[in-house]
């Protein structure tokens, strides 16, 4: 098991040991003490991992941080933990004071056990930043959430590149929040630059406000092509045996098979599978691997109405993604009682008669990865119809 999955599989493990949590010394056995283990440190040695590590602060004397890591018996990470019930924007103070004493500590983190928060140096030398470089919870890590945590592991762990590295995000970060405003909302000397070619006339607010709607659709037309490049079943298809028909990136059905429908046609050519639909059945597929499931049967098949997630066969589906509106959807055979519980924080109502029990409004296809429990319990529903049916 590669380290994304390690974490992966840590991700749901601390989900499902959250809600039995009741105080700060259980957080940190439960949820705390496990990450910094998967990090390639050893817990119980404390010339690697000494719990209330002494961090005199100037008068004050006797001041313990949580946990300092360790390597080659030097602190270089210090750990301040909360209750996971706590919110964090409170005791970033608190660590301060412990990162200014300890000269040779470059990095700290702050974390409830679920959030986490990294914090370095880089306005002024061996002093904290008041705002962490990056945040992430273990409960919905991205791709890039685990490249970061990747580079604080034992064995990845260099002080000089992990200083670079941090740079980099903020810069990245910065850049990323200033191009999605830029994006969202042209600015006047953005939407000049644009039109300098395509205008002769002088660029008054008139013309200004005359170009800022075609610019945005012209961005939003852009992104959209960018992402959706080299996406389209005809550019795939082109690669394949004719006698091929595409039904999931790993799973190939031979025209004369046959597949168990419900009313849905074979994917056509016309029909284009995005590659945010791919990333959604990623996510799933990824979720299951990690709990144990046995995944080499969750196939997708896309459609013009909605991108179908199922076990083997069309009948087996178990959660159809309508990514395609202006309010992102998912739709699963279990009734809206069992979704609430699964899904706390999202709006899940009744879904229409014939399509499924209940529908879950996301944001996001990354909103897959704050419901991983609703991902196995959709996919043991169906597992388990497949067992009584057989």
């Not at 390639?40 to 949580?66: A, Q, R």
């Not at 260099?158 to 191009?179: A, P």
């Not at 994006?183 to 006047?188: E, G, H, V, Y």
């Not at 550019?235 to 190939?252: C, F, G, R, W």
Request: glycine share 2%.
């Amino acid at each position: 098991m590669d380290f994304k999955q390690e974490l992966e599989k840590l991700s749901l493990q601390l989900i499902e040991r959250k809600s039995h949590i009741i105080n700060e010394e259980s957080t940190k056995q439960a949820l705390i003490i496990p990450f910094i283990q998967k990090l390639g440190f050893d817990v119980f040695n404390p010339l690697e991992v000494e719990p209330e590590y002494v961090s005199d602060f100037g008068i004050k004397k006797g001041e313990k941080v949580d946990y300092a890591i360790k390597k080659d018996r030097k602190p270089i990470i210090f750990v301040e933990a909360k209750s996971v019930n706590e919110k964090l924007h409170k005791h970033s103070s608190q660590i301060y004071r412990y990162f200014n004493a300890t000269p040779e500590v470059r990095f700290s983190i702050l974390t409830n056990g679920t959030e986490y928060k990294l914090f370095t140096d880089l306005k002024r030398d061996n002093i904290m930043d008041d705002d962490p470089f990056y945040e992430f919870n273990i409960e919905s890590l991205t791709n890039l959430d685990i490249e970061v945590i990747e580079h604080f592991t034992k064995d990845e762990f260099d002080i000089d590149e992990n200083i670079k590295f941090s740079q980099e995000l903020v810069y990245t970060n910065n850049i990323h929040s200033t191009l999605k405003e830029l994006f969202k909302n042209p600015s006047d000397d953005f939407v000049r630059f644009l039109i300098k070619d395509l205008n002769n006339q002088r660029v008054t607010s008139i013309v200004l406000e005359k170009f800022r709607p075609i610019i945005k659709k012209a961005i939003n037309h852009t992104l959209l092509e960018i992402i959706g490049e080299g996406l389209s079943f005809t550019n795939v298809q082109a690669n394949q045996p004719k006698e091929d028909i595409l039904v999931s990136d790993q799973t190939m059905v031979k025209e004369g098979d046959k597949l168990e429908e419900d009313n849905d046609e074979i994917t056509k050519p016309s029909i284009l599978t995005t590659e945010e639909e791919l990333r959604a059945f990623s996510i799933i597929k990824e979720t299951l691997e990690v709990s144990g499931r046995v995944v080499e049967n969750v196939k997708y098949k896309d459609n013009s109405s909605y991108f179908n997630i199922m076990n083997r066969v069309i009948t087996k589906w178990f959660i159809r993604l309508y990514s395609d509106t202006e309010n992102k959807n998912i739709i699963t055979r279990l009734d809206t009682q069992a979704v609430d519980q699964l899904c706390p924080g999202f709006r899940v109502e009744e879904s229409p008669k014939g399509m499924g029990k209940s529908r879950i409004y996301i944001n996001s296809v990354e909103d897959l990865l704050q419901m991983k429990s609703l991902i196995i319990a959709c996919y043991d529903e169906v597992s388990e119809e497949s067992k009584i049916t057989t």
